[in-house]
């Protein structure tokens, strides 16, 4: 496990409650003892020890990318909470905040009318394994001031501040088996500025990302798959790496069919595709189909209203999914797409 501490010259029950609250808001562990509580999330752990006059964290993550993104998190809830100042954290050594790679265009073509494949050459062990989040972001900040770094205390400072990044979550498509290169689909949309950015991107450029993030790669005997273009990503890399036997149904809202990517011929698998410019095909596939659902994995990523409306209707329906995940891709902005950047897919 990797690990880093702070300390607070405030009292115990000052400091932890209101954390612990928000996590019980967000259905994680919290463990309350008398002078110590213990959080576990997604991220990690977190231990609270103190007394009247000073509280201890010790947090601690399976990976370093996971710990650097679980102390920010708590390091933003602290300043929330008017303590920031008040942090005193261990000292970190280096200057590349754990979960940042840097890494070199080494291709960038159109693969399909809408779409473009972009490779990038670097060090993705991070990515390697099916514990590991299959999203990350692309980190566009204002021209000629650096990539973001770590300050003293072991956080991500953002030249100009974060507000003048553009940090778009994407999802790995493929990764090589050394882990010495990922690739990355991209839906292209007049007006999109990752898709304007990659209009300039140059073979032999250096970028940055953060990651990895978000969903891990899902097992089950059966799955139920619903995504317009911007989720085929996401759902191609769950087709490939699930096992021949898994029973796989699909469905893709696509702006032209011949978007539609090759599907592995070694699974049982329903493909089924509908129009993206009918809001309701997409979500209408979900409702016909959910007297299926019993003891699957159900997969849901498109717009933010199509998402909300999948959430609200799996809550108030009597589905029993063995597990499910429903995503917000992005968001419609006055006809046109854009990126949740703020949402870790």
Same mark, same amino acid.
């Not at 003891?295 to 199509?306: G, I, M, P, T």
């Given at each position: 496990m990797e690990t880093h501490s702070a300390e607070i010259p405030v009292g115990f029950l000052?400091?932890?409650?209101?954390?612990?609250?928000?996590?019980?808001?967000?259905?994680?562990?919290?463990?309350? +003892?008398?002078?110590? !509580?213990?959080? !576990?999330?997604?991220?990690?752990?977190?231990?609270?020890?103190?007394?009247?006059?000073? !509280?201890?964290?010790?947090?601690?993550?399976?990976?370093?990318?996971? +710990?650097?993104?679980?102390?920010?998190?708590y390091a933003d809830r602290l300043k929330k909470?008017?303590?920031?100042?008040?942090?005193?954290?261990?000292?970190?050594?280096?200057?590349i905040p754990f979960n940042q790679i840097r890494c070199e265009v080494t291709s960038c073509g159109r693969i399909s009318k809408n779409f473009k494949r972009l490779r990038l050459k670097g060090?993705?062990?991070?990515?390697?394994?099916?514990?590991?989040? +299959?999203?990350?972001?692309?980190?566009?900040?204002?021209?000629?001031?650096?990539?973001?770094? +770590?300050?003293?205390?072991?956080?991500?400072?953002?030249?100009?501040?974060?507000?003048?990044?553009?940090?778009?979550?994407?999802?790995?498509?493929?990764i090589a088996r050394d882990a010495k290169w990922i690739e990355v689909d991209i839906a292209l949309h007049t007006g999109g500025r990752v898709t304007d950015w990659l209009k300039e991107l140059k073979v032999g450029d250096e970028i940055a990302i953060n990651g990895p993030s978000?969903?891990?790669?899902?097992?089950?005997?059966?799955?139920?798959?619903?995504?317009?273009?911007?989720?085929?990503?996401?759902?191609?890399?769950?087709?490939?790496?699930n096992p021949p036997g898994t029973r796989v149904n699909a469905t893709l809202a696509l702006r032209d069919i011949k978007d539609l990517q090759a599907m592995p011929n070694d699974k049982q698998l329903t493909i089924k595709t509908v129009k993206m410019e009918d809001e309701s095909g997409l979500l209408n596939e979900l409702y016909e189909n959910c007297h299926k659902f019993s003891?699957?994995?159900?997969?849901?990523?498109?717009?933010?209203?199509?998402s909300s409306k999948a959430r609200e209707f799996l809550k108030t329906s009597s589905i029993l999914v063995k597990s499910s995940k429903i995503s917000s891709y992005w968001t419609k902005t006055n006809q046109a797409y854009e990126n949740i950047s703020n949402q870790a897919r």
């Open positions: 000052e400091v932890t409650e209101p954390l612990a609250g928000i996590a019980e808001k967000n259905g994680y562990s919290v463990e309350r +003892l008398s002078s110590t !509580t213990i959080i !576990t999330a997604p991220l990690g752990q977190v231990s609270f020890v103190g007394d009247e006059k000073i !509280t201890k964290l010790r947090f601690s993550s399976r990976t370093k990318a996971e +710990l650097q993104l679980f102390k920010e998190l909470l008017g303590l920031g100042a008040k942090i005193k954290w261990e000292k970190s050594v280096g200057s060090n993705f062990s991070v990515f390697a394994g099916d514990s590991a989040g +299959l999203h990350f972001r692309f980190l566009l900040g204002p021209a000629g001031v650096g990539w973001p770094y +770590l300050d003293d205390n072991g956080l991500t400072l953002w030249p100009l501040g974060i507000s003048e990044w553009h940090r778009p979550v994407f999802t790995v498509r493929r978000g969903m891990k790669m899902p097992t089950a005997d059966k799955m139920f798959l619903f995504g317009d273009e911007t989720a085929m990503p996401a759902i191609m890399r769950i087709l490939e790496n003891d699957c994995f159900l997969f849901f990523a498109a717009e933010r209203s199509q």
